[in-house]
């Protein structure tokens, strides 16, 4: 049947001839852009747009909400081009009353999704974005993913199933967001089975029930021989809030990694910020006799790991191995437990130029488990708990000493005059002749300067006095637009930081499209979602120093959301816990504190509430009066559309 060629637009000008091709031959290249809307498009659905979508074309979801759920039912072409699926901002894909994924991509080659939102995916086995078989040459770039539920069974926000013969390759997840998601026994973001060749960059995942980042082998996805998601790397991403304190399925058990490679082989992980997680970042096998085997963990932020900032090995003898595994220059403050954490079965452990950071009377590097061989410590600062030993392993050129954080545990970059600048060893260079610390730190800085290296993630270099002419950012029609232009001394770098929790909070580098109209520059953050506000700051960087430029700049959300969260405190405190929100109009609001087991202990603020600024007090007994124990506790708020969730630590 041939294609009609009403309601599509051209992305690029043809001749009459070539439009009539794309019309009647099945195939042939197009370039077309197939317009879904509520009206006024070619479709009105999003299903409907990608059966028409050929290789080569795109199809464009304008703003709305559309209740279905979409499966590609062809393949893009490397001659035609991908088949793109793109959202304009407000473009939402919601399962309300449906079953399984939201978009599926099964044994297709050549897709691209970009900057759509996929949400409310409760029942069957719910997905915000599913990928099977061998499909490959795909690409998951700035979509917004979130309460996809199956709080009893599995749920997945984006996951990646390389079930066939064929591996999965070029595969690319890069500055997506997952967040307020119940997975069960499943994860927020997986990579499983026969995957060779991965890209998970620039992702900020948070205020998940299980596993933040997974790479995943040995579960019998795929071919016995190639069942493990290999040669990739994990870098710049932000991961925070992951717990399973409140999952039924775990039954209080508090075991979620932010970053966890099950079973994985040959793969990076670099340059990720990692925050209250129930691990930071574990390196394992579940499966007894196999091995996570060629990992490097590097250049990291890692901080307030409940069970530890990075375990390594099975969780029990009869489990899994970790095996060659090459951790350096990763900065780690006060993991519950400890900072590292060898379990079992670990062999060919490098540990060396880290600065960990301990809470008083925790290791800093413990051997919890047994048969752990072949351990290498060295160089590494220690602060915080012992003043003379680092652990349970030996190390020479240890240094007891305050790596002079800049405000951990949100900011642990170093300050001027760290004992941890260029007191490093040059690491030497890995089997594929790249520099084993990597070739830049956690800013993207350059990482070996003159033949010397700092010890932790971040690389301090030197700034003089820079002015900041122009200095804005606003919303346009692809994302937020940030503009720049100094003056004064030059710097040897400048680079826009993004917060996504507040001006004081965690702070990242978003992957942006930079361009330059005289001296101003404009730099697009694609990544942002409307439904989010942001804070953008300006750092500028000159050898070996920092320094930002005029004040954060905050970027209010489109959709000016109904429910925000302001504060819950005092955490940690014996007072009464004040919660307070503000509405923009009126909603009922759910508050409800539940323990470490997800027991809900007392409802607090069910009803409607009106519009303005709203304030409840838990006087920290539960429903029968009694006084809650000492402990951590969760408050969760759920609003229209959504919820939010914080930890509070109540004191005897």
Request: charged residues 20%; negative net charge.
């Amino acid at each position: 049947m041939g294609r009609s060629l009403v309601h599509v637009r051209w992305l690029r000008p043809r001749y009459a001839l070539a439009a009539l091709l794309c019309a009647f031959l099945p195939g042939t290249v197009s370039g077309l852009e197939i317009i879904v809307a509520p009206s006024g498009g070619a479709f009105t659905t999003v299903a409907a747009g990608i059966v028409a979508a050929r290789p080569g074309d795109t199809v464009t979801v304008r703003a709305g909400t559309y209740n279905e759920a979409v499966v590609f039912p062809l393949s893009g072409s490397p001659v035609a081009g991908s088949i793109t699926l793109q959202g304009e901002p407000g473009a939402i894909l919601d399962g309300t009353g449906r079953s399984g994924a939201g978009i599926t991509i099964s044994n297709r080659n050549y897709i691209r999704v970009v900057g759509l939102t996929v949400r409310n995916f409760r029942s069957g086995t719910p997905m915000g974005i599913s990928v099977e078989g061998s499909s490959s040459f795909i690409e998951l770039r700035n979509n917004l993913i979130h309460n996809i539920e199956r709080p009893n069974g599995n749920a997945h926000g984006i996951a990646f199933y390389g079930t066939a013969a064929t591996p999965m390759t070029n595969i690319v997840v890069e500055g997506n967001e997952i967040r307020n998601c119940q997975l069960g026994q499943s994860e927020s973001l997986v990579l499983n089975g026969n995957i060779d060749g991965f890209s998970v960059a620039g992702n900020t995942v948070h205020d998940n029930d299980n596993i933040g980042i997974d790479f995943i082998g040995f579960e019998g996805t795929g071919p016995a021989a190639q069942d493990q998601a290999r040669n990739g790397v994990c870098v710049d991403n932000l991961v925070y809030n992951i717990t399973s304190a409140t999952n039924p399925t775990y039954g209080g058990d508090r075991s979620a990694g932010g970053i966890y490679v099950d079973g994985g082989r040959d793969i990076v992980i670099e340059r990720n910020t990692v925050d209250n997680c129930d691990i930071g970042i574990e390196v394992a096998s579940e499966h007894s006799g196999k091995a996570a085997s060629n990992i490097t963990v590097r250049n990291n932020f890692i901080a307030r790991g409940y069970l530890g900032n990075i375990l390594m090995g099975g969780y029990a003898a009869d489990r899994g191995m970790a095996q060659n595994v090459v951790v350096v220059n990763n900065t780690t403050y006060q993991g519950a437990l400890g900072e590292i954490e060898l379990q079992y079965n670990c062999d060919r452990i490098t540990i060396k130029n880290n600065i960990l950071n301990a809470r008083s009377g925790q290791p800093y590097i413990s051997n919890s488990g047994g048969n752990n061989t072949n351990v290498l410590v060295e160089c590494d600062i220690y602060f915080g708990a012992s003043n003379t030993s680092p652990g349970a392993f030996p190390d020479a050129r240890a240094r007891f000493v305050n790596p002079l954080l800049v405000g951990p545990f949100a900011d642990l970059h170093l300050q001027a005059g760290s004992p941890a600048i260029d007191a490093g060893i040059d690491l030497g260079n890995d089997s594929h002749g790249q520099p084993l610390s990597g070739a830049t730190d956690i800013d993207g800085g350059t990482r070996l300067r003159g033949g010397t290296i700092d010890i932790g993630a971040h690389e301090h270099p030197s700034v003089t006095a820079v002015l900041a002419m122009r200095w804005w950012a606003e919303w346009a029609t692809d994302g937020i637009r940030v503009v720049w232009e100094v003056g004064g001394a030059r710097a040897s770098e400048f680079r826009v930081e993004r917060s996504e929790v507040g001006s004081d909070g965690l702070w990242t580098r978003p992957l942006t499209e930079r361009s330059v109209d005289g001296g101003a520059v404009m730099e697009l953050d694609r990544s942002a979602s409307p439904e989010r506000e942001y804070w953008y700051r300006l750092v500028a960087a000159a050898g070996r120093e920092t320094t930002v430029i005029g004040t954060p700049i905050r970027v209010a959300s489109l959709s000016s959301p109904d429910f925000r969260l302001l504060e819950v405190v005092p955490s940690p405190g014996r007072d009464p816990v004040r919660i307070a929100f503000t509405l923009r109009r009126a909603a009922t609001i759910e508050i409800d504190v539940f323990d470490v087991r997800g027991r809900r202990l007392v409802s607090l603020g069910g009803g409607e509430w009106p519009a303005g600024r709203q304030e409840v007090v838990w006087d920290g007994r539960t429903r029968s009066g009694e006084l809650a124990p000492a402990g951590l506790y969760l408050v969760r708020c759920v609003y229209p559309g959504g919820q939010d969730r914080r930890t509070i630590v109540r004191l005897r």
